[in-house]
């Protein structure tokens, strides 16, 4: 079975600091790894995927995540926080069977002025 | 184009009742997926239905939960004689079939409130 243990329930940065929310995951197989956000009273919104093409992975609003096999990782990056990354970041796992996904319980963004 | 949509977006119901949460997928998405999102429990897999194959119905957490998916499309979830712990968000997703890992689209959500 496949899941995710994101560290750290709560994550505080300063406006233009880097973001860093871990993720490490467990699978017995070559995962497919995403990271969702949440924003408050919405649904999910897909950040970025990992899907065994490159190890580097860029997605949207600036973030991006880099998969390492060695270390089971796949931890999210920005270099410069803006206020309205302040949400909720999820970490998934998929065995890329098209089968439901397995979330880690969140890590909540606080970005302070 | 049209997102996942889902109906009600909240709803207040008694302990005992049964409720009905709908969910409109993204046209022409083969697969469609429920979530259950909880203080406590983060977000649980429900239940996955792929084009006319037998959903799996693996993370329905009693016989008081059920889901059909009519015409490969509308899906309803509907909680039998509802408990106040399954008081949370109820989100649908869907994707297209692929073999490289399938993004999941999201609705809003339907915030379930069992008194």
């Known amino acids: 079975a496949q899941s995710v243990t994101q560290l750290g329930s709560h994550v505080s940065v300063s406006e233009g600091a880097l973001v860093l929310l871990r993720c490490n995951y467990s699978?017995?197989?070559?995962?497919?790894l995403f990271w969702y956000v949440q924003y408050p009273n919405q649904g999910l919104q897909l950040l970025l995927k990992?899907?065994?093409?490159?190890?580097l992975v860029k997605g949207i609003n600036g973030f991006e995540a880099e998969f390492k096999k060695s270390e089971t990782s796949f931890h999210l990056t920005k270099p410069s926080a803006h206020m309205s990354d302040a949400a909720e970041y999820f970490c998934?796992?998929?065995?890329?069977?098209?089968?439901?996904?397995?979330f880690g319980k969140g890590t909540s963004l606080l970005v302070t002025p | 184009g049209a997102g996942v949509s889902q109906s009600p977006s909240n709803k207040v119901t008694e302990k005992g009742k049964d409720v009905e949460l709908r969910c409109d997928p993204i046209?022409?998405?083969?697969?469609l997926y429920w979530y259950r999102q909880s203080l406590g429990q983060g977000l649980e897999f429900l239940i996955y239905?792929?084009?006319?194959?037998?959903?799996?119905k693996s993370g329905l957490p009693s016989d008081r939960f059920s889901a059909e998916r009519t015409g490969g499309s509308v899906s309803t979830l509907t909680i039998q004689r509802t408990q106040q712990e399954d008081s949370a968000v109820y989100l649908c997703?869907?994707?297209?079939?692929?073999?490289?890992?399938?993004?999941?689209?999201f609705g809003p959500g339907t915030r379930l409130t069992v008194l």
């Open positions: 997703a869907s994707s297209l079939w692929t073999s490289k890992g399938n993004e999941q689209f």
């Open positions: 990992y899907t065994s093409a490159a190890t």
């Open positions: 998934a796992v998929s065995d890329g069977s098209g089968y439901a996904l397995n």
């Open positions: 239905f792929q084009g006319n194959s037998a959903p799996d």
């Open positions: 699978s017995s197989v070559p995962p497919y």
């Open positions: 046209s022409g998405h083969t697969a």
